[in-house]
T-cell receptor
Framework: GAVVSQHPSWVICKSGTSVKIECRSL??????MFWYRQFPKQSLMLMAT?????????EQGVEKDKFLINHASLTLSTLTVTSAHPEDSSFYIC???????????FGPGTRLTVT | GENVEQHPSTLSVQEGDSAVIKCTYS??????FPWYKQELGKRPQLIID?????GEKKDQRIAVTLNKTAKHFSLHITETQPEDSAVYFC?????????FGDGTTLTVKP
């Protein structure tokens, strides 16, 4: 159990367009989902914390108007990268927890390339 | 906010030797400390974790120790194998929010 999926697994888009990434918990209800960004050979940087039915909490330095997060249900959170630029190219990973204090279950990640 | 430092950044050992990776954290309120293994292009996988009310935990060849007073925790891998080669991340959680270390690239030479 505790499987998290992401879609798409990779995406290439043109500069100025928007891209939506979905994160789903397949066999459990996630009270909280997290979105991370990981540049090559670097660590995971937490972007935002997403709770179902409420606004996401963004980390300092993350533009909330650029990275739109919607957590519409207990099994789905989406991250939309708006007006993407080449510097947004990265590996985006989500994770989900069943309850506070539970371990995080990571999605497989989405590799975004902006040309 | 929380600050997690991880050392070393790279570690190379011979197969069969032990490997130790250390992390320090700054926020004494952090209470959950997982270790993840990440292979290239893949998701992080939890390999072991420890909570603040425990000093040591072991799972076969992997062990984690926590010193709350000194605010540091360590990952110990014994009898290393080539398939242990990967990037390892430590993390510290407080109120459900995580801060990751910068990672350690472990290479196990056959």
């Amino acid at each position: 159990g505790a499987v998290v999926s992401q879609h798409p697994s990779w995406v290439i888009c043109k500069s100025g367009t928007s891209v939506k990434i979905e994160c789903r918990s397949l066999d459990f209800q996630a009270t909280t989902m997290f979105w991370y960004r990981q540049f090559p050979k670097q660590s995971l940087m937490l972007m935002a914390t997403s709770n179902e039915g409420s606004k996401a909490t963004y980390e300092q330095g993350v533009e909330k108007d650029k990275f739109l997060i919607n957590h519409a249900s207990l099994t789905l959170s989406t991250l939309t990268v708006t007006s993407a630029h080449p510097e947004d190219s990265s590996f985006y990973i989500c994770s989900a927890v069943r309850s506070r204090g539970d371990e995080q279950y990571f999605g497989p990640g989405t590799r975004l390339t902006v040309t | 906010g929380e600050n997690v430092e991880q050392h070393p950044s790279t570690l190379s050992v011979q197969e069969g030797d032990s490997a130790v990776i250390k992390c320090t954290y700054s926020d004494s309120a952090s209470n959950y400390f997982p270790w993840y293994k990440q292979e290239l292009g893949k998701r992080p996988q939890l390999i072991i974790d420890i909570r603040s009310n425990v000093g040591e935990k072991k799972d076969q060849r992997i062990a984690v120790t926590l010193n709350k007073t000194a605010k540091h925790f360590s990952l110990h891998i014994t009898e290393t194998q080539p398939e242990d080669s990967a990037v390892y991340f430590c993390a510290a959680f407080k109120s459900g929010k995580s801060t990751f270390g910068d990672g350690t690239t472990l290479t196990v030479k056959p």
